[in-house]
């Protein structure tokens, strides 16, 4: 478990590398929609889940940190947080109204076929995570590997859903909260 011990060191002892705030494309988008039932897949120490919880939803997140874990459980609402990688998650079909992949590259692609299915008609996926450029800047240390998505990789995974916004963009990430090369995707199951 290297990888949940050094996401709880992240969410214990470096919380300068993100925003505690949720991300403002999720919000952005779910505030268009009737609250359901939300997934964030990697959902880190709640951020996103806590907001979505908090305006109605009823969300699942999972992560792999028993500290991030810990952290979403503090909130009371309807929030199941659960320690568990996103590839041992029965994501199901047709069972939710939102997922959301935030700053989780590599999960959004290898699962794409399982979250597509995972969605209800009409529901949509909110993606947000640094463009493969943001190697050039010396990031390479967050993850301990490659870094990013690739230009149009989310939307060759994703050509089964509506595109209802697409855009590779330099914009303030919330990891490292520096100007950075972005990709931004939100989609909808027909």
């Known amino acids: 478990m290297a990888e949940a011990e050094r996401w709880d060191r992240v969410y214990a002892q470096e919380r300068q590398l993100f925003t505690t705030e949720p991300n403002a494309l999720l919000v952005e988008t779910a505030r268009g929609m009737t609250p359901g039932r939300a997934l964030d897949i990697g959902m880190g120490q709640g951020r996103n889940a806590v907001w979505l919880a908090g305006?109605?939803?009823?969300?699942?997140?999972?992560?792999?940190?028993?500290?991030g874990v810990r952290e979403a459980r503090a909130y009371t609402g309807k929030l199941h947080a659960l320690q568990t990688a996103a590839e041992d998650f029965d994501i199901g079909e047709e069972q939710w109204d939102l997922i959301a992949g935030i700053y989780v590259h590599g999960i959004m692609l290898r699962e794409s076929e399982r979250i597509i299915a995972g969605l209800r008609a009409g529901g949509r996926l909110v993606v947000e995570g640094f463009h493969r450029d943001v190697m050039k800047l010396g990031f390479e240390g967050l993850t301990g590997g490659l870094l990013?998505?690739?230009?149009?990789?989310?939307?060759?995974?994703?050509?089964?859903l509506?595109?209802?916004r697409y855009?590779?963009?330099?914009?303030?990430?919330?990891?490292?909260?520096v100007e950075a090369p972005l990709v931004r995707l939100v989609a909808r199951k027909p």
């Open 55 to 67: 305006h109605g939803w009823d969300v699942t997140g999972l992560d792999v940190s028993g500290e």
């Open 162 to 164: 509506c595109v209802e």
């Open 167 to 177: 855009e590779e963009r330099s914009a303030l990430a919330d990891w490292r909260r």
């Open 148 to 160: 990013g998505y690739k230009t149009n990789a989310l939307l060759r995974h994703y050509l089964k």
